[in-house]
């Protein structure tokens, strides 16, 4: 399965590391130093006392990954619309997007850039 990553920081990069080590094609969108950082060394993710050293695609701009299966977005929640308008070239008829963001709202933030159809997880407005 392809998984595009946007926002490859600590909870991005965790996940990324984690989903390509369970066999997906990974790519991360990330941006400046760490980006380069990503593409000279690869990813670097240390748990305990155990390193791991990855290699995935990485890019700042989604254009060069295309659409994908499922995108986790990873970003801080005051960049949510900014970066939803950036990865719209990773969106299919059939591609899922999972927000991970410390707030409430990211999902209906992203609704109408990227489309309620493709969006997961819950929803602020949910019954209870």
Do not use: Y
């Not at 130093?33 to 240390?46: E, F, P, Q, S, V």
């Not at 950036?86 to 609704?111: F, K, Y």
């Not at 997961?120 to 019954?127: E, F, I, L, R």
């Amino acid at each position: 399965m392809r998984i595009a990553v946007v926002g490859a920081g600590a909870i991005g990069a965790c996940f990324g590391a984690m989903l390509a080590e369970a066999g997906c094609e990974v790519s991360l969108i990330a941006r400046g130093a760490h980006l380069d950082a990503i593409r000279a060394n690869g990813l670097t993710i240390r748990r305990g006392n155990e390193t791991r050293t990855r290699r995935l695609a990485a890019s700042d701009k989604a254009v060069e990954i295309g659409p994908v299966g499922v995108v986790l977005f990873c970003v801080e929640l005051w960049s949510v619309e900014e970066a939803g308008e950036a990865s719209q070239s990773l969106i299919s008829p059939n591609t899922m997007v999972v927000p991970l963001q410390n707030g409430i709202d990211a999902r209906d933030r992203l609704s109408p850039i990227l489309g309620p159809q493709h969006l997961v997880g819950a929803s602020p407005k949910s019954p209870r």
